[in-house]
């Protein structure tokens, strides 16, 4: 991983995964920051401070929306666009929707829609059962319940104690739906995955091991686990500025 700090500027789009919200980036983008980027963390619909606008008429495109829509309005070009756990599904969408709009992808421990599958239909028969009666039980299928934070990898008491306050049901629906691609898993831009490895993260080992398997995609490991962007947050800001350079 290289260290030098970029030529000038950069332009950075953080896309949180499920049940975490802009305010997972609150560190990394103080530290990409304070070396004078440029950062944009926003919240998927119905998550986090937008919250209140959860439904049952969410869907993946509404979160590739959420994106593209921020990109088209803040006019954002040569952004590196980094999506974290499911928001890799979601950045995955937006760069096969705007991809001049985009100078690379950073999938940090992030899922990959194989074949436009939807979350619950690319899980195993019994964990994708398990998700769908959890919500049931939980809200009338309209969202699951967020698990304790330890689940993402973290030990520290401060950090659980923090994510725990702030983590938000995940809509159903977007898990259900299915993320139509018209173009390759990438769509021919410069890839980089980053695989949090203490410890890793089973859930996105397929995912891992297809971004290992990409002779064009550059393939990293961080410290940390499934929330290093939490735990260990200068390894990941270093990592971005060195993409960026």
């Not at 999506?83 to 899922?111: K, W």
């Not at 739906?177 to 890839?191: E, Q, R, T, V």
Request: negative net charge; charged residues 20%.
């Amino acid at each position: 991983m290289g260290t030098a700090p970029p030529a000038g500027p950069t332009t950075f789009l953080l896309v949180h995964g499920a049940f975490h919200g802009g305010w997972c980036w609150s560190e990394v983008r103080r530290l990409l920051e304070a070396n004078g980027h440029r950062t944009y963390a926003p919240s998927q619909t119905g998550l986090a401070d937008r919250k209140h606008l959860l439904s049952r008429d969410i869907d993946m495109n509404t979160f590739v929306l959420d994106v593209v829509n921020l990109m088209e309005s803040e006019d954002l070009r040569d952004v590196i666009l980094v999506g974290h756990s499911f928001g890799g599904r979601t950045i995955t969408g937006v760069a096969d929707r705007v991809p001049e709009r985009i100078a690379q992808l950073v999938f940090l421990d992030g899922g990959l829609p194989f074949g436009g599958l939807s979350r619950l239909d690319a899980m195993a028969p019994q964990a994708r059962a398990a998700r769908i009666a959890s919500a049931e039980q939980f809200s009338g299928g309209l969202s699951i319940p967020p698990p304790p934070a330890e689940n993402f990898g973290l030990s520290d008491p401060e950090h659980i104690a923090w994510v725990n306050r702030r983590l938000t049901p995940q809509p159903l629906s977007v898990e259900a739906s299915p993320l139509a691609l018209k173009n390759d898993i990438g769509n021919g831009l410069p890839c980089t995955y980053a695989q949090f490895t203490e410890p890793v993260f089973p859930g996105v080992e397929p995912s891992a091991a297809y971004a290992r398997s990409r002779a064009d995609w550059n393939f990293v490991g961080l410290p940390g686990g499934h929330d290093g962007i939490i735990s260990d947050p200068r390894p990941v800001a270093t990592l971005l500025e060195s993409l960026a350079a």
